[in-house]
């Protein structure tokens, strides 16, 4: 995904959480209820992780120098890293601990009606930010791949933490919509401090999977398998390569791959007619997959 693209992703999704966050802060101290202070904290803790990940957006985008040769493509997936940290234990931990306190100690809710318009006005906002999240998801991966195998083979780091962070905010909307008419209705408090606890285990999960993902990336992970297939097509109508021995491929960050190859070529080529034919086999590469930013190409005979 662009640069441009994504940073349009997180900034409509920052827009709608300032809005949200104040709407529920002000449901919060109305109702006294646990589950709204829980859904509160959550969205501010979304506009500081999408304030991180426009740093992230921008530092990746600097242009290599003597430091960084291959650029900074995976300061990305350091910030996606510490947003996916922050969502565990800045939104999930405390309202998990925010749950158990209430089941505990379960308080009277007060006056739920304006914290049930300013839930439903959330959710409303929540959806159109996730819709607008998967319409990008779907238009960026094809008909070829499904939904949930995209999100684990991305390799666009910010965009699905948006969609993690927007999809765990429609869910925990409707447990503290649900725990809020529940508690009312009842006058039991400990429904709210499930509704707390629910929204908790939510943010858990979705962090733990997005860390788990931006810690591969982080790490260092393969280009997806569809370049490799790319390369045998090349090799097959190129009369100058006869195989390709190795190819070694490394996500650098969003939309940026390095190449490494080994290249059996035709026998009985001079100097110069060798050096033509890899420097073309490296253009037809970057015309099909613009992606690939730095290639090395090895002549040899033998793996």
């Known amino acids: 995904m662009s640069a441009g693209g994504s ?3 997180i900034i409509k ?51 290599a120098d003597f430091k960084h040769p291959l650029g900074y493509g995976r300061a990305m997936y350091f ?37 049930l318009a300013i839930l439903l006005f959330s959710l409303v906002l929540e959806g159109w930010s996730t819709i607008g999240n998967v319409r ?12 949930v195998r995209y999100l684990r083979d991305t390799k666009d780091s910010d965009l ?49 999977f997005l860390a788990g993902e931006v810690k591969s990336l982080l790490v260092g992970e393969s280009a997806d398998a569809s370049l490799a297939k790319v390369v045998d097509e090349l090799v097959e109508v190129d009369p100058n390569v006869e195989k390709a021995l190795r190819v070694l491929t490394l996500q650098q960050g969003p939309g940026e791959i390095v190449v490494a190859m080994k290249l059996k070529m035709r026998s009985g080529m001079q100097t110069d ?24 190409i090895e002549p040899d005979n033998a793996d």
């Open 7 to 9: 940073m349009g992703e």
């Open 13 to 63: 999704s920052l827009v709608v959480n300032v809005t949200i966050a104040c709407a529920k802060a002000v449901a919060a101290v109305i109702s006294g209820s646990g589950a709204m202070l829980a859904e509160t904290l959550h969205s501010f803790a979304d506009c500081g992780n999408q304030i991180l990940l426009l740093v992230g957006v921008k530092s990746s985008s600097k242009p």
């Open 79 to 115: 910030y996606s890293f510490i947003v996916a940290l922050l969502l565990f234990f800045g939104g999930g931990v405390f309202s998990i601990h925010e749950g158990v306190h209430k089941i505990l100690h379960p308080e009277a809710v007060d006056d739920i009606g304006i914290a």
């Open 136 to 147: 990008a998801i779907n238009k960026r991966r094809g008909p070829d791949k499904g939904f």
């Open 160 to 208: 699905i933490v948006v969609f993690g962070e927007n999809s765990a905010a429609v869910l925990g909307l409707v447990f503290a919509i649900g725990a809020l008419v529940l508690a009312h209705q009842t006058g039991d408090g400990r429904w709210d401090g499930a509704g707390s606890l629910a929204i908790g285990l939510v943010l858990v999960g979705v962090a733990t």
């Open 273 to 296: 007619e060798l050096v033509e034919a890899i420097n073309q086999f490296e253009r037809d590469l970057k015309k099909r997959i613009p992606e690939v930013r730095w290639s090395f």
